[in-house]
């Protein structure tokens, strides 16, 4: 049996515990205590909240290439269905809309679409083209397939499309850039210092007229932002391969697990306890460390 690469493992629990953080501030923060959590930037508009999906995108990427087996189809539609179907269980139990797309779903279909096309070659322009559109359909991404109404009130399957593709809180086309660098980086494990340094460079030239956004509501990806974070999560994972920590690496190892469980067994009670959007930003950000900090208790769900 292949070992595991401990720094993906690591690089995943930092992305689960940060979305983990993220969503439990969302839900207990009553969002009146004078403070802006959506102001908090990186650099730039490059908002805290956005690098969890980037890291999940880049990990997808980054794992298929280390699969023994490439042709393994079964192991590959068996993490397919459990994504795709865990992603549209937590869309109509927690949005209460089957048509709302999210991260599971993305995930999913990234894990379809790299699992074909990791080759090197093809890994740099699917990156190229991204990078091309992002800068052809102004303002980004930011456009929707027609709506077609059927049966009075639901609508037909071009939104379902618009939502996987462009539109979507985690569109599909934009988070290609993350997992075809995944692809590239897995190639060149033993050169990541190098590597890592060519998107930071091409970033901060062209951060000269273009500032680093990125929106989830909205899906504005700016080219600047899209190769900053690219150099970015290699270099941490370059940093993750020198410096171990087995808690992230355990917390990497159950990703889907943690993320999926957290609401059923977290989550849900907090709102039946009356606590949804009732705290302070203090309290809020105390409770959430500690929630997020003993996560790996949810490893011992069985599924």
């Known amino acids: 049996m292949m070992e595991r690469y401990q720094a993906l493992d690591q690089l995943r629990g930092i992305a689960v515990i940060w979305i983990h953080f993220v969503d439990l501030f969302l839900l207990l923060w009553n969002r009146k205590s004078g403070f802006d959590f959506f102001s908090g930037f990186i650099i730039d508009e490059f908002p805290v909240y956005a690098v969890p999906p980037i890291l999940f995108s880049f990990s997808t990427g980054l794992s298929l290439i280390l699969w023994k087996d ?18 549209l269980v937590l869309s109509y139990w927690i949005d209460g809309n089957i048509e709302v797309w999210g991260l599971f779903e993305m995930i999913a279909l990234c894990n379809l679409v790299l699992f074909f096309f ?63 660098w995944g692809c590239i980086v897995s190639k060149h494990r033993n050169n990541l210092l190098r590597i890592s340094l060519i998107p930071i460079g091409l970033s901060l030239m062209l ?27 290699s270099l941490l994972l370059y940093l993750l391969q020198k410096i171990r920590v087995p808690v992230l690496a355990l917390y990497g190892k159950y990703a889907w697990r943690l993320t999926f469980w957290r609401y059923p067994i977290l989550y849900l009670p907090l709102i039946w306890l009356g606590m949804f959007q009732s705290l302070n930003y203090l309290y809020a950000f105390t409770l959430s460390i500690v929630l997020s900090l003993t996560l790996i208790l949810l490893t011992k769900v069985k599924v």
């Open 207 to 233: 951060k000269i007229f273009q500032p680093f956004i990125y929106r989830q509501y909205g899906n504005v990806y700016s080219t600047s932002m899209v190769l900053f974070s690219m150099g970015i999560i």
């Open 70 to 87: 490439r042709r393994d189809y079964r192991y590959l539609f068996r993490r397919l269905s459990l994504l795709f179907l865990s992603g």
């Open 118 to 180: 990791n080759s090197e070659y093809v890994s740099i322009f699917g990156i190229a083209t991204i990078l091309i559109l992002n800068e052809l359909i102004p303002p980004f991404f930011v456009f929707h397939f027609p709506k077609i109404p059927y049966f009075i009130e639901y609508e037909a399957l071009p939104f379902i499309i618009s939502q996987a593709l462009v539109s979507g809180l985690f569109p599909l086309i934009p988070f290609l850039a993350w997992g075809f």
